[in-house]
């Protein structure tokens, strides 16, 4: 009996590179880097991968297609996506396509609590913000020109919404900061009395 398994974006990632073809966690891990889906999926921590691999593989939805030893590596284990695996993945695919998820992202917490500071100290954190966003809209241009000629563009559609979510953000940020700047923006910074009350 497979035990139903939540979605996630690495575990729909990991079913999408199955399907194209078998593969190890190491060559899994290879590809999630060289086609840049590290960008879109956190896989900063190797044992999380490792654990989705084991969750989608009790969940029946992969495979163990073979495992072998070779003298220059340790024992691998082969995975192939299994039938039921590929109707998930369908599945996931189309619900994180079309419908949206309350997400709790760490910018949006952080500016509910900015009474904490000064409106300048804020501003200084914002303008640091908006800086790094302007390196990074650079980066991905980048990344879009090199692979306009080198690969069909539905390649690069996470590329492309990462470069309009950041244009957007550091255009958002830019206002806010000027509204700062003009004073049309204030506020006084929240203390907390002694009691803590």
Known sequence: MTTPVRDSPLALTVLALLHQQPLHPYGIQRLLKQWGKDKVVNVGQRASLYRTIERLCRAGLITVQETGRDQAYPERTVYALSDEGRRVAREWLDEMLAVPRQEFPRFPAALSNL????????????RRRADTLTRTLKELD?????????????TALETEYLRAVTEAEERWIRAILNDIQTGNLTWTPATVSPSGV
Do not use: N
């Open 142 to 154: 980048a990344e879009l020109a090199d692979q306009a000629d080198a690969f069909p563009r539905v």
């Open 115 to 126: 009474m904490m500071a000064a409106p300048e100290e804020v501003a200084a954190a914002l």
